[in-house]
């Protein structure tokens, strides 16, 4: 049943995401948005490990496993990074790398620490 839990919310997540880019598209470039999506989905995943995780296995693995995995992508940042390189646009590239890194992990602790504050019981 977890298999089926887990792809669902994969599913959610991926149409999640490909509208994500679908309503931005225009307005940010491909590797701003996938950015802004991995920050979004941090900050989620960190928020949400200390809050579901406790109440229900079930919910805990359709969010976070399923629909945050299929909604964030580090297969596209690196495909973005790579593109950026190869273009050679070294700066954006480096600057969108180091956002990643230090952002995703910034969004992810402040998710936590909302979540640690916010919900206590």
Do not use: P
Not at 94 to 108: E, H, K
């Amino acid at each position: 049943m977890n298999y089926v839990i887990v792809g669902l919310g994969g599913a959610f997540g991926a149409l999640l995401r490909f509208s994500t880019f679908k309503l931005f598209n225009g307005y940010f470039s491909s590797y701003t948005i996938t950015l802004i999506i991995n920050c979004c989905g941090s900050f989620l995943l960190g928020l949400l490990f200390y809050t579901v995780q406790k109440k229900s296995n079930s919910l805990y693995l359709f969010v976070t496993t399923g629909m945050l995995s299929g909604f964030t992508t580090f297969s596209t940042f690196s495909a973005d990074v790579v593109q950026l390189l190869q273009n050679e646009h070294y700066w954006k590239g480096a600057t969108i790398s180091a956002l990643s890194l230090f952002g995703c992990v910034f969004f992810a602790s402040l998710g936590a620490i909302v979540a640690k504050v916010g919900f206590k019981k």
